[in-house]
């Protein structure tokens, strides 16, 4: 398009043709040794002013000087020459006004560049007051571009005035994107000249050093395509090579490019570079099929509209980011917020879907945390994601993205992925592999190309590079990428990584200091319940010994209330001593570690009832046992205190029937397995079932059935801390039936915690939101007696 | 010849309730009273208000496991550290059967632990058992002081 060179030419071999490509972006366009012939060019001794040199053409311009020709030259340019002082190094050419020569009125601007001081003179147009390209500019132009709301508006506010002041048929304004490749954004045209509009321009049409130069000189024209150059000569001799002609308006260009301008069907063209922050952001470009001249004012206009749209795009852009940043920054706080607000476990991120996915501008995102993951929207499946956080755990940056996964993961992982064509994903932990994940779909683009960028040219007889021959539109069908991360949406991911980091770490010390606390407290109960069997045990011990001594040494002596009294006083020491042995292993119980084995009930039922018979051999008591009985699994000890307290139960409560039928059998249901224990006694109201299970909660006058209270309070707790449920139901005088189940083997070890934390032991469905734990739903297919 | 009983009991009421039962034990061991853990040792190493006692060890220590200063399982931990002390029986008595203090006495070479029962019947049916056993039947150990009977 409008590279000095352009490329894109072929030759016999690929060889030969990497090399010609080498050497065009070799090309040493800065010193050409030439200029365009529509001006004449001096270059003199910056300090001293005297004349290095000169083109050859002022030779016409000053006729019949010969040898003489430096030293006239240095003559003529003498009203101007002191005005090099004021030129500051490497800043673009100034007006140094007019000069007569030969009758011609010409213009003169000069610049500086190191120790040279440059002239340029050229054919003068008058143009003044309201007519002045400058001061339209500043009157219409400016309010104009400042009303524009987005960039492209106003790249077509600024073709459309560039169009108009220079007149050239074709006037376009575009942008380079990452890869260099020019997309037109806004376009003016005459009849007659092909539209571009939305098409892009391959990378390879400007080689990295005429995009250097566009950063520094920003306007350069090229009046006419088939012009002669002319030579630079030195006064000393020199090859004219030796002359930097950067900052020269009237520099000569690469042969290669006034080919391509030809091709295109320009024979005039124009650009103005666009700097935003520094940096080549684009160019508008102008383009005639004829030959056409700009005057210096002209240019100048046109370059200061140049700077104008930089200066408006660079302002537009930061807004846009800033804009960005402050919307992207709001969706990290919505997020933070709400996983502080919760247990600030990272699956809870998935719970407010809108704004993780919203900062991601992705489809879809995942938590994965080890072997577990969370996602929502559109995800990979959980066994892909899995893998993905297997290999992204591989990678050392916290943070990595990609617009094109196919080039980027291994194939089989690509494979995986099929339609995800882009990942942004953040590391939380240096130890586990917890990351978060956006994903994007793929996106097939169909980017219009001003010619084939991938065509090789057709062979020609000349073995010379040549730029490109066709500018006819060529579509090309873009697939496997996604839309790409901005610097601004993985710059906002990493803030989130941050905060999350903060918040896990935060609440890891939570945890910390509430384990701390609990540990503390465990202390001073162990202390206290050792206390109290040390302490509280001695008095009741003392009372019962001292009573006895009494009654057995003087008990002849007493009258018979005094020693029905002191009988009561040993038996309620005594039973104070029960009590607080039962709230001693109560307090055991709960937390003493349970040790898991397969508990065969069988043998454990006739145990027990073999033991109640032997205490109640007064009793008639019809055992109802229906085999087979469970096999449990579960702290053998601790289930025969729980089963012992049932049967204990159902033998104590039918003490008033003449026959007691205690019936025990096998229980299961979606809970797990267990026991069943039904009796014909006196069974209790449905209303106080709740209070049933509570310690020292009694339905029954102690004197009508002994105990502490705590018995079935034990049941409960014993049957809590395997994971089971225990279950009543009573009806007075027609008995009752107590009963537990356990879960089974397999449901406990589903449900045991793998990982180190709590919030790693759902592994159990993809997409879950609910943590694991007591409440998790369990597989009704595990339902069978553990075997 | 029979060695005296040592008795470390810091309870007076426990202390009057034990000798009861060793009373009825009908043993004819003397028996030594100390109050706290510091005590016994002293006896034990003839030391401090014991210097003067004659040599000889007891046939058995009842132990308290709660004491004053140096608590039971600290005096049962010193005797099985002293050489001259080693091969005394001890008999750990205690107010409740708290899982941790049975491992660490077992653990510390107890020769026989008893939880006080709360009745006072078993309670002298368990002492007289511990006292035939570990201050009869156990052979007496030479250099050991026949010493009448305090509680008589």
């Given at each position: 398009m409008n590279g000095d060179v352009a490329t894109l030419?072929?030759?016999?071999?690929?060889?030969?043709?990497?090399?010609?490509?080498?050497?065009?972006?070799?090309?040493?366009i800065?010193?050409?040794?030439?200029?365009q012939p529509h001006g004449?060019?001096?270059?003199?001794?910056?300090?001293?002013?005297?004349?290095?040199?000169?083109?050859?053409?002022?030779?016409?311009?000053?006729?019949?000087?010969?040898?003489?020709?430096?030293?006239?030259?240095?003559?003529?340019?003498?009203?101007?020459?002191?005005?090099?002082?004021?030129?500051?190094?490497?800043?673009g050419p100034v007006s140094?006004?007019?000069?007569?020569?030969?009758?011609?009125?010409?213009h003169?601007s000069?610049?500086?560049?190191?120790?040279?001081?440059?002239?340029e003179?050229e054919a003068d147009v008058e143009e003044s007051g309201n007519r002045a390209p400058i001061y339209s500019l500043a009157r219409h132009l400016v309010p104009m571009m400042q009303r524009t709301a987005a960039v492209d508006e106003l790249c077509r506010v600024v073709v459309a005035e560039m169009k108009r002041l220079t007149g050239f048929g074709r006037c376009l304004a575009y942008r380079f994107d990452a890869e260099g490749h020019g997309e037109v954004l806004a376009e003016a045209l005459d009849g007659g000249y092909d539209a571009y509009a939305g098409h892009r321009f391959p990378a390879s049409d400007i080689p990295p050093?005429a995009r250097e130069l566009y950063r520094l000189n920003h306007i350069r024209l090229i009046a006419d395509a088939h012009y002669?150059?002319?030579?630079?000569?030195?006064?000393?001799?020199?090859?004219?090579?030796?002359?930097?002609?950067?900052q020269a308006a009237l520099r000569s260009v690469s042969p290669v490019h006034l080919e391509y301008m030809r091709n295109m069907r320009t024979l005039a063209s124009m650009s103005v570079s666009i700097i935003v922050r520094g940096q080549l952001w684009g160019l508008v470009s102008c383009h005639d099929h004829a030959p056409r001249q700009l005057s210096w004012q002209t240019r100048m206009a046109c370059e200061h509209l140049g700077q104008l749209l930089s200066l408006q795009i660079e302002a537009k852009e930061e807004n846009e980011q800033?804009t960005?940043?402050?919307?992207?920054?709001?969706?990290?706080?919505?997020?933070?917020?709400?996983?502080?607000?919760?247990?600030?476990?990272?699956?809870?991120?998935?719970?407010?879907?809108?704004?993780?996915?919203?900062?991601?501008?992705?489809?879809?995102?995942?938590?994965?945390?080890?072997?577990?993951?969370?996602?929502?929207?559109?995800?990979?499946?959980?066994?892909?994601?899995?893998?993905?956080?297997?290999?992204?755990?591989?990678?050392?940056?916290?943070?990595?993205?990609?617009?094109?996964?196919?080039?980027?993961?291994?194939?089989?992982?690509?494979?995986?992925?099929?339609?995800?064509?882009?990942?942004?994903?953040?590391?939380?932990?240096?130890?586990?592999?917890?990351?978060?994940?956006?994903?994007?779909?793929?996106?097939?683009q169909t980017v219009v190309w001003a010619g084939n960028p991938?065509k090789?040219?057709?062979?020609?007889?000349?073995?010379?590079?040549?730029p490109r021959r066709s500018f006819s539109s060529w579509k090309e069908?873009v697939?496997?990428?996604?839309?790409p991360?901005?610097?601004?949406?993985?710059?906002?991911?990493?803030?989130?990584?941050?905060?999350?980091?903060?918040?896990?770490?935060?609440?890891?010390?939570?945890?910390?200091?509430?384990?701390?606390?609990?540990?503390?407290?465990?202390?001073?109960?162990?202390?206290?319940?050792?206390?109290?069997?040390?302490?509280?045990?001695?008095?009741?011990?003392?009372?019962?010994?001292?009573?006895?001594?009494?009654?057995?040494?003087?008990?002849?002596?007493?009258?018979?209330?005094?020693?029905?009294?002191?009988?009561?006083?040993?038996?309620?020491?005594?039973?104070?001593?029960?009590?607080?042995?039962?709230?001693?292993?109560?307090?055991?119980?709960?937390?003493?570690?349970?040790?898991?084995?397969?508990?065969?009930?069988?043998?454990?039922?006739?145990?027990?009832?073999?033991?109640?018979?032997?205490?109640?051999?007064?009793?008639?008591?019809?055992?109802?046992?229906?085999?087979?009985?469970?096999?449990?699994?579960?702290?053998?000890?601790?289930?025969?205190?729980?089963?012992?307290?049932?049967?204990?139960?159902?033998?104590?409560?039918?003490?008033?029937?003449?026959?007691?039928?205690?019936?025990?059998?096998?229980?299961?249901?979606?809970?797990?397995?267990?026991?069943?224990?039904?009796?014909?006694?006196?069974?209790?109201?449905?209303?106080?079932?709740?209070?049933?299970?509570?310690?020292?909660?009694?339905?029954?006058?102690?004197?009508?059935?002994?105990?502490?209270?705590?018995?079935?309070?034990?049941?409960?707790?014993?049957?809590?801390?395997?994971?089971?449920?225990?279950?009543?139901?009573?009806?007075?005088?027609?008995?009752?039936?107590?009963?537990?189940?356990?879960?089974?083997?397999?449901?406990?070890?589903?449900?045991?915690?793998?990982?180190?934390?709590?919030?790693?032991?759902?592994?159990?469905?993809?997409?879950?939101?609910?943590?694991?734990?007591?409440?998790?739903?369990?597989?009704?297919?595990?339902?069978?007696?553990?075997? | 010849?029979?060695?005296?009983?040592?008795?470390?009991?810091?309870?007076?009421?426990?202390?009057?309730?034990?000798?009861?039962?060793?009373?009825?034990?009908?043993?004819?061991?003397?028996?030594?009273?100390?109050?706290?853990?510091?005590?016994?040792?002293?006896?034990?190493?003839?030391?401090?208000?014991?210097?003067?006692?004659?040599?000889?060890?007891?046939?058995?220590?009842?132990?308290?496991?709660?004491?004053?200063?140096?608590?039971?399982?600290?005096?049962?931990?010193?005797?099985?550290?002293?050489?001259?002390?080693?091969?005394?029986?001890?008999?750990?008595?205690?107010?409740?059967?708290?899982?941790?203090?049975?491992?660490?006495?077992?653990?510390?070479?107890?020769?026989?632990?008893?939880?006080?029962?709360?009745?006072?019947?078993?309670?002298?049916?368990?002492?007289?058992?511990?006292?035939?056993?570990?201050?009869?039947?156990?052979?007496?150990?030479?250099?050991?002081?026949?010493?009448?009977?305090?509680?008589?």
């Amino acid at each position: 398009m409008n590279g000095d060179v352009a490329t894109l030419g072929q030759g016999p071999s690929p060889t030969s043709m990497d090399r010609q490509m080498a050497q065009c972006a070799n090309e040493p366009i800065r010193i050409p040794g030439a200029i365009q012939p529509h001006g004449w060019l001096a270059a003199v001794d910056w300090r001293d002013g005297a004349l290095v040199a000169y083109s050859e053409n002022w030779r016409t311009l000053l006729p019949e000087s010969g040898d003489l020709l430096p030293a006239r030259i240095e003559g003529v340019l003498d009203p101007v020459r002191a005005a090099r002082h004021a030129w500051i190094d490497g800043e673009g050419p100034v007006s140094c006004g007019t000069l007569v020569i030969g009758g011609r009125r010409l213009h003169v601007s000069g610049h500086r560049l190191g120790e040279r001081g440059y002239f340029e003179l050229e054919a003068d147009v008058e143009e003044s007051g309201n007519r002045a390209p400058i001061y339209s500019l500043a009157r219409h132009l400016v309010p104009m571009m400042q009303r524009t709301a987005a960039v492209d508006e106003l790249c077509r506010v600024v073709v459309a005035e560039m169009k108009r002041l220079t007149g050239f048929g074709r006037c376009l304004a575009y942008r380079f994107d990452a890869e260099g490749h020019g997309e037109v954004l806004a376009e003016a045209l005459d009849g007659g000249y092909d539209a571009y509009a939305g098409h892009r321009f391959p990378a390879s049409d400007i080689p990295p050093q005429a995009r250097e130069l566009y950063r520094l000189n920003h306007i350069r024209l090229i009046a006419d395509a088939h012009y002669e150059p002319v030579p630079v000569r030195f006064v000393d001799g020199r090859d004219g090579t030796a002359l930097d002609m950067s900052q020269a308006a009237l520099r000569s260009v690469s042969p290669v490019h006034l080919e391509y301008m030809r091709n295109m069907r320009t024979l005039a063209s124009m650009s103005v570079s666009i700097i935003v922050r520094g940096q080549l952001w684009g160019l508008v470009s102008c383009h005639d099929h004829a030959p056409r001249q700009l005057s210096w004012q002209t240019r100048m206009a046109c370059e200061h509209l140049g700077q104008l749209l930089s200066l408006q795009i660079e302002a537009k852009e930061e807004n846009e980011q800033v804009t960005e940043q402050l919307r992207l920054r709001q969706l990290t706080l919505a997020i933070v917020a709400h996983l502080a607000d919760s247990d600030a476990t990272l699956q809870r991120l998935v719970e407010e879907p809108g704004p993780l996915l919203r900062l991601g501008r992705a489809c879809g995102a995942a938590v994965i945390l080890n072997d577990s993951c969370w996602s929502v929207g559109e995800t990979p499946d959980r066994e892909t994601l899995l893998t993905l956080g297997q290999w992204l755990a591989n990678r050392a940056d916290p943070v990595w993205h990609s617009d094109r996964l196919a080039l980027d993961v291994p194939p089989s992982l690509a494979t995986a992925l099929a339609g995800t064509a882009g990942v942004l994903a953040i590391s939380i932990s240096r130890l586990h592999r917890h990351h978060i994940v956006w994903f994007r779909p793929e996106i097939v683009q169909t980017v219009v190309w001003a010619g084939n960028p991938h065509k090789t040219p057709t062979t020609e007889r000349d073995t010379r590079l040549h730029p490109r021959r066709s500018f006819s539109s060529w579509k090309e069908q873009v697939g496997g990428r996604s839309l790409p991360w901005t610097s601004g949406e993985v710059h906002a991911v990493q803030e989130l990584r941050q905060a999350l980091i903060g918040v896990v770490l935060r609440r890891a010390e939570e945890m910390a200091e509430v384990a701390m606390e609990l540990g503390r407290v465990n202390k001073e109960l162990e202390a206290f319940s050792y206390t109290v069997s040390h302490d509280l045990r001695a008095p009741m011990r003392h009372i019962a010994g001292f009573v006895d001594l009494v009654l057995e040494m003087e008990g002849q002596g007493l009258s018979a209330r005094s020693q029905r009294y002191l009988a009561h006083v040993k038996e309620a020491s005594a039973h104070a001593g029960q009590l607080v042995d039962a709230l001693l292993d109560f307090s055991r119980m709960g937390r003493s570690a349970i040790k898991h084995a397969s508990i065969h009930t069988g043998p454990m039922i006739d145990d027990l009832v073999a033991e109640q018979n032997a205490m109640n051999k007064d009793r008639r008591i019809d055992w109802v046992i229906q085999r087979p009985l469970p096999r449990l699994w579960g702290d053998p000890v601790l289930l025969q205190v729980a089963v012992r307290n049932l049967v204990a139960n159902a033998v104590k409560y039918t003490r008033p029937r003449e026959v007691a039928r205690i019936e025990i059998s096998a229980v299961e249901d979606e809970t797990g397995v267990g026991l069943s224990i039904a009796d014909n006694g006196v069974g209790f109201q449905m209303k106080y079932v709740g209070k049933l299970f509570g310690v020292f909660q009694r339905l029954h006058q102690s004197e009508s059935f002994e105990g502490t209270g705590i018995g079935l309070a034990s049941v409960r707790r014993i049957v809590e801390r395997h994971g089971g449920q225990v279950d009543a139901w009573g009806e007075p005088e027609r008995g009752a039936r107590f009963s537990f189940t356990l879960p089974t083997r397999a449901m406990q070890e589903a449900q045991a915690p793998e990982g180190d934390a709590a919030a790693e032991t759902n592994t159990d469905t993809h997409g879950s939101l609910s943590p694991g734990g007591a409440g998790a739903p369990r597989a009704a297919d595990s339902l069978s007696p553990d075997s | 010849m029979l060695k005296p009983i040592l008795l470390v009991e810091d309870d007076a009421r426990d202390l009057e309730l034990t000798l009861v039962a060793l009373e009825r034990s009908q043993l004819a061991n003397e028996v030594i009273i100390v109050r706290d853990g510091a005590e016994a040792l002293d006896y034990l190493n003839r030391e401090g208000a014991h210097a003067d006692r004659a040599e000889g060890n007891p046939a058995v220590i009842l132990l308290d496991l709660k004491l004053p200063k140096v608590n039971g399982l600290e005096v049962l931990k010193a005797v099985r550290a002293t050489e001259a002390l080693k091969s005394i029986p001890v008999v750990m008595l205690t107010s409740s059967q708290t899982e941790s203090d049975v491992v660490q006495s077992y653990a510390l070479g107890v020769n026989a632990y008893v939880v006080k029962p709360v009745d006072f019947k078993q309670f002298v049916a368990a002492i007289a058992d511990l006292g035939v056993f570990w201050a009869v039947l156990n052979e007496p150990p030479p250099g050991s002081l026949r010493a009448a009977r305090r509680y008589e």
